[in-house]
């Protein structure tokens, strides 16, 4: 059980990278963060964007710590 967990912490933690590594690279090729080729975006995209970062943040938070957490009590 110990080494599914520490697996599944290892492949959180890749795929949070690719995630990552993957945005940045599409927003360069797209022309940068807020470019001045972009529309500016409207309030409820602003506010949606804003649930979505929530909710990713606290995913990219909670996931490895119950994976810790896991691990921590099954050892």
């Not at 940068?32 to 804003?50: H, L, N, V």
């Not at 996931?63 to 099954?74: F, N, R």
Request: aromatic fraction near 6%.
């Amino acid at each position: 059980m110990d080494t599914i967990i520490l697996i599944l912490f290892g492949l959180t933690i890749a795929a949070a990278l690719v995630v990552t590594l993957v945005t940045v690279l599409r927003s360069r090729r797209s022309g940068g963060w807020g470019g001045s080729d972009q529309a500016e975006r409207t309030p409820q995209q602003k506010e949606r964007d804003s649930r979505t970062m929530m909710i990713w943040g606290c995913l990219a938070l909670a996931v490895p710590a119950v994976l810790v957490l896991a691990y921590t009590l099954t050892r």
